[in-house]
């Protein structure tokens, strides 16, 4: 990991180049057992090298949890007082969310010159900490978005409700594809219609029920394999991350979303980040799509 006191103390050119660059925070979920690293930048990085990927990370976050999880990943942190922190509380009626700590925003110029070629840039927002517009001397071959952190507000306790995403026509425009979950629109299918007819390419997981993919007027349900459900947490970033490897892959969004839906169901069968797939179930689970 590279901390990072100030951008312009960051030499640019100690980087060596990545495939996948996730920005977004890194952050702190308080569970029952304890503090554990989080965020979708998390879920993200740890896939794309389960994919197979040189992976970057650019966050903000504090020194509460080391992150030996992400040992091997490229991240440039620059230092905060706190990493921004979720509380998740599972309940039949879904989950109820609070943020305890929010991290500064991160600024696109923390980013090393040599990760703005990247073939993804993964915008993975978790509470409005970064700009939605990438600026122009980025250049990727696929600009992924998860956007749940511009669909996110904070009542006064902290708790988290979805809100109107700002502005999305434009970013919408700019994206190659966008991932987010039906929670995080308040399961509000008008707001669904309004993104699916400006986005290019666009998926809204569904837990249990799969996920819904729209592309060129078209929109089919991918169901996932059955499984027995142990922890949901990071399913989407997972999805996301296998759905953007694949889609760049083979220009083929139907068998990108069917490829990222049997990922996706393997990491819910195991807590937190142990969900993340390993190199072989990649594999397999590859397999499974060609065939």
């Known amino acids: ?21 996730v920005i977004g925070h890194i952050t702190v979920d308080l569970t029952p057992s304890g503090p554990v690293i989080g965020g ?3 879920y993200s990085a740890l896939t794309a090298r389960a994919l197979g990927l040189r992976v970057g990370v650019v966050t903000v976050r504090g020194n509460e949890i080391p992150l030996t ?10 230092p905060a007082e706190f990493s921004t922190t979720f509380e998740n509380i599972y309940t039949p ?3 109820i969310q609070y943020v305890r700590h929010m991290a500064p925003k991160i600024d696109f110029a923390s980013v090393p010159q040599i990760w703005r070629r990247a073939k993804i840039i993964h915008l993975a927002p978790v509470a409005q900490e970064l700009d939605a517009r990438l600026p122009a001397d980025f250049h990727p071959a696929l600009l992924g978005m998860t956007p749940q952190g511009w669909m996110r507000s904070l009542d006064l306790d902290g708790r988290v409700r ?11 425009g700019q994206s190659g594809a966008l991932v987010f979950s039906i929670e995080d629109v308040g399961r509000d299918e008008s707001a669904i219609e309004t993104m699916a007819y400006a986005a290019r390419i666009m998926a809204v997981t569904e837990g249990s029920d799969g996920v819904r993919l729209f592309w060129n007027g078209d929109s089919r349900r991918f169901l996932p394999p059955a499984v027995t459900e142990v922890d949901p947490t990071g399913a989407g970033d997972i999805f996301a991350t296998a759905f953007f490897t694949r889609l760049l892959d ?3 969004p139907w068998e990108a979303a069917r490829f990222a839906n049997r990922i996706a169901a393997i990491s819910v069968t195991r807590s937190g980040m142990a969900g993340v797939p390993s190199p072989d179930e990649v594999r397999a689970c590859l397999t499974e799509v060609l065939d």
């Open 93 to 95: 009626a879904g989950r």
């Open 1 to 21: 990991m590279v901390p990072m006191e100030s951008t312009h103390k960051l030499n640019m050119a100690m980087f060596d180049p990545v495939d996948y660059l």
């Open 250 to 252: 083979t220009r083929d």
């Open 69 to 78: 999880a992400l040992d091997g990943i490229a991240i440039v942190a620059r």
């Open 162 to 172: 979805p809100c109107a995403w700002a502005k999305s026509e434009i970013t919408l």
């Open 40 to 42: 979708s930048a998390a």
